[in-house]
Structure formats: C-alpha cells, structure tokens
C-alpha cells in the first residue's frame, strides 16, 4: 500500500514537472512574441510616419501640378486672346488708314471746289463793281459759300489728323499686342516646351488623363488598404472568440467527471441521503451539463461562422487590394511613359516628373505600412494565443499541484 502510494506521489511530481517545463516554454514563447510585438510595433509607426510624409509630399506635388496647370492655361488664354487683339488691331489699322486716305482725297477735293467758289466770289465781286445790276443776294451767298468751303477745309484737316494720331495709336496698340503675344509664346515654350500651337498638346492632355486615373486609383487603393487592415483585425478577432469558445466547450467534460467524483464522495459520506435522491441529483446535473454543452457548442459554431465570414471579407479585401496595386503600377508605368515623351526641359514637365516621383515614393511607403501592419496584427494575433495557452498551462499546473497537495 506504501509503495503504491509513493507510485502515484512521484507520478504526479513528473505531471507537475512536465507541466512546469511547458509553463516554462510558452513563458518564453509570451516573451519573445512580446519583444517581437513591441518591435514590430515601432517599427509600423516608422512606416507610419513615413507613409504620412509621402502622402503630405504627394498633395504637394499634386497642388503644385495644379498650379503649373492652370499658369498654363491661363498662358494659353493670355497667348490667343493677345492674337485675337493682334489681328483686330491690324484690321483696325487698315480701316484707319483706309479712312485717312479717304479723307486726304476729300481734302483735295475740298481745297478745289473752296478754290473754284473763292474765284467765282471774286470774279461776282469785280462784275458787281462794275454793273450794279447784279444783285447782293448773289454776292452774299457767293462770299458766304467761299466762307463755308474755307471752313470745311479746316475741320477735315482737322479730322485727317485726328484720323493720322488714331492710326498711330492703333498701330502701338497692334505693336504691343503682338508683343505680348510672342512674350505668351516664349512663356508657354518655357512651361510646356511646345512652340507651334496655342491649344494644349495631344501629350499634355495624355497626362492630364492618366494623372486623373492615378489620383483616382490612389484614393481607392488607400481606402482598400485601410479597409484590409480592418478586416484583418476582425478577422483576428473572430479567431481569437472562437479559439477561447473551443476552450469552453472542452472544459463541462471535466467538470461532468469531477461532478461524478463529488457525487460519489457525498454519497459514502452522507448515510443519510437515498439512492433515489442521489439518482435524481446526479440527473439533473447531467441534464443541466448537457444543456451547458449543446449551448456552448452552438456558440462555438455561431463563432466558427463568424470566424469564417471574417476570412472571406479579408481575403476579398486582400484581393481587392492587390488588383488596385496592379492597376496603380501600371497608371504610374504609364504616367512615366507619357512625361518622358516631353522635352526635359520644360518646367511643366519637371513638375510632373516630381509628382510622379511623389506618388512612386507614396505607393512604396503605402505598401511598406501595409506589409508592418499585417506583420503586427499576425504578431499579436500569435502573441495572444500564447498568452491564452499560458494561462491554460497555469492554471493547470495550479491544478495539479492543488490535488498533489489534497493527496
């Protein structure tokens, strides 16, 4: 009998001990997940910080290309409105000194007819003098057109060169009209590198399209990507519920068992009690643990459903995800392609260089958080499964050392 009981002492003293050294190893095992965690965990907020530098430079960048494109158009606008002006003025130009041509021709014609009536007047005037039978009214109106005709001389002399001082000023206007337009041109030649056309280029309008599809796809892609880091949390989650509702569900059996063994206790102890009422209470418990079980295996498959539906989301997310990174890749590849068919040197194709650089840089540091982020969740999705099987491990360990010490 001694040696029997000195078996089951060192039995239960080599359970303990194989469960120290499991305690032992998931405590390690919580640690170095712990150390990673942290690690990981600085290391997304570096990611992070970057990812926010990227994208503050890429508004940046696309504010600044904002700008150019507008400088540009509103260059363009400055170029054809100052040719309109240009060609108008040279029209008015024409009709100006058309009108002076007009004018002096009607001087000439003017300054003969007023020569002709001067000479008649005189000639009226030498007859009157020398026969009275001439009347005065004839003289009068004589020396009053020879008046009139003086006069209109002088004025249209006057309006010919009102006329010669309006073709001057047309002619300056026309000058500097043409001058802002060659200004307009060497400006729109220093932004865009195009010198031939005052419309916005086919190149240009190529990149105004793909620069469009980019910030389009950028918006969905950083949208995907933090919908996707939600998803995996929750996913996370529901795996972590159901993992802790399959701990659950294992744990009634061992209470059914130890339930039994209570019962039985109870029963040699207490000479009182009847077979009947042990048979009725032993039911009841049975019943009542059943009911416990079914519940909890429901719960478990509420949570396997749940765990499931998460899974999918994720992985839709994820997919969703990657084909937005495809399609970013190739908007970017294709930005790349159609800047470079520019000429270097243009200021407007500079600033689209610097902004396809930015969102180069934004894409990587985006992938970049990205890749941290789903790293720390997997890290802590595994450092709380060790913390869960630790404790598991503690608490079976206390177990048996609490029965070691009833022994």
Request: hydrophobic share 40%.
């Amino acid at each position: 009998m001694k040696s029997m009981k000195n078996g089951i002492a060192e039995q239960k003293n080599a359970e303990i001990d194989a469960l120290t050294s499991q305690v032992n190893k998931a405590q390690f095992r919580v640690n170095q997940l712990t150390t990673v965690v942290t690690s990981l965990t600085a290391k997304q907020a570096n990611f992070a910080a970057l990812l926010t530098d990227a994208d503050s430079k890429k508004d940046a960048a696309l504010a600044n290309l904002n700008q150019a494109k507008t400088l540009v158009a509103n260059v363009e606008t400055l170029q054809r409105y100052s040719i309109l002006v240009s060609q108008q003025t040279d029209k008015s130009l024409r009709n100006v000194r058309e009108t002076s041509n007009h004018m002096a021709e009607l001087i000439e014609q003017l300054i003969f007819s007023a020569d002709v009536v001067e000479k008649l007047s005189g000639f009226v005037n030498r007859q009157k003098a020398a026969n009275n039978v001439i009347p005065d009214a004839l003289v009068a109106v004589l020396n009053q057109a020879t008046s009139d005709a003086n006069n209109a001389v002088a004025l249209t002399l006057t309006a010919l060169q009102s006329s010669y001082a309006s073709a001057a000023s047309v002619d300056q206007a026309g000058s500097v009209s043409a001058l802002e337009a060659r200004q307009a041109q060497q400006w729109l030649t220093l932004l865009t590198g195009t010198s031939s056309d005052v419309q916005e280029s086919l190149a240009h309008k190529r990149v105004n399209a793909v620069i469009k599809s980019v910030e389009k796809v950028l918006k969905a892609l950083g949208k995907a990507q933090r919908e996707n880091q939600n998803l995996m949390s929750l996913q996370n989650e529901k795996t972590q519920k159901y993992e802790a509702q399959l701990g659950q569900l294992n744990r009634p059996v061992t209470f059914e068992a130890s339930a039994s063994a209570v019962s039985a206790d109870n029963a040699s102890g207490d000479s009182v009690t009847s077979n009947d009422t042990e048979s009725v209470s032993a039911q009841s418990r049975n019943e009542e643990l059943s009911e416990r079980v079914l519940s909890l295996q429901q719960e478990a498959i509420q949570a396997r459903l749940a765990m499931d539906t998460a899974r999918q989301e994720y992985r839709d997310s994820s997919e969703t995800l990657n084909n937005l990174t495809r399609q970013a890749d190739f908007y970017i590849a294709q930005l790349n392609i159609v800047i470079r068919s520019q000429q270097d040197n243009a200021l407007y194709t500079l600033i689209q260089r610097g902004y396809q650089r930015a969102v180069e840089r934004y894409q990587s540091a985006l992938a970049a958080s990205n890749m941290a982020n789903t790293q720390l969740e997997s890290a802590k999705s595994e450092l709380a499964r060790a913390t869960a099987s630790l404790n598991s491990l503690n608490a079976g360990l206390g177990a048996a050392k609490a029965a070691a010490f009833a022994a």
